[in-house]
């Protein structure tokens, strides 16, 4: 799948963006059926610890941590959304000066639902960045959509699956440790817009 858009994730800073995910997120009939419980469980199970979360938006992950996360977005307007939701939620130059922003604070990173707005050299580069609030032997979990979910958005960028996660994770010297395709198996991906890709690796002890 081809580039769509102006990468580097500029159309996911603006105002108009962090609206429209207050409104697929927050949506009535959502909370009613809790529709994150899945996504929620997927996350716990992988018993991540304090996480933080580059590319957080208005929290939606942040919520599933339980409290044991912090984030930080480019959005301001998405930054200011997830504090007024209870939420420790940076832009990345505000988290610079926070009580955070200390080596090997955090046990795991997650980024999750980003690296398809960026190009695979700039997912690199942005991970590279938080790298060294992680702690050694941490992990690193990336979650990106399947073909049904990166059509349904037009600030998609680049088409990231297994392989181009596996070798994200080669490049940044991390051991990849189990990869898979959820809620439901990889053929779903193609109809159903929230099957994701899900790769979990580790940051290496001698860090």
Not at 55 to 65: H, M, P
Not at 94 to 102: E, I, K, N, P, T
Request: aromatic share 12%.
């Amino acid at each position: 799948m081809m580039s769509r858009v102006e990468p580097g994730g500029a159309a996911t800073r603006s105002e108009e963006y962090a609206e429209r995910l207050l409104r697929l997120q927050t949506a009535g009939w959502k909370r009613w059926l809790d529709v994150q419980a899945v996504f929620r469980w997927n996350l716990q199970r992988l018993v991540p610890g304090f996480t933080l979360e580059v590319g957080c938006g208005i929290g939606r992950n942040l919520a599933n941590l339980s409290g044991r996360g912090v984030g930080v977005d480019t959005n301001e307007h998405c930054v200011r959304m997830a504090r007024a939701r209870g939420f420790a939620a940076f832009t990345p130059e505000d988290f610079r000066c926070s009580v955070y922003s200390q080596p090997r604070r955090f046990d795991a990173l997650l980024l999750s639902h980003v690296a398809e707005h960026m190009t695979e050299d700039q997912v690199i580069v942005l991970l590279e960045e938080y790298r060294a609030f992680i702690r050694p032997a941490g992990l690193m979990i990336l979650e990106t959509p399947q073909e049904a979910g990166f059509r349904s958005d037009p600030t998609h960028v680049e088409w990231m699956d297994f392989e181009r996660l596996h070798r994200i994770e080669r490049r940044l010297g991390f051991q990849s440790e189990r990869a898979y395709s959820y809620p439901f198996p990889r053929w779903a991906g193609r109809v159903f817009r929230y099957n994701e890709f899900v790769a979990v690796s580790r940051k290496p002890a001698s860090e």
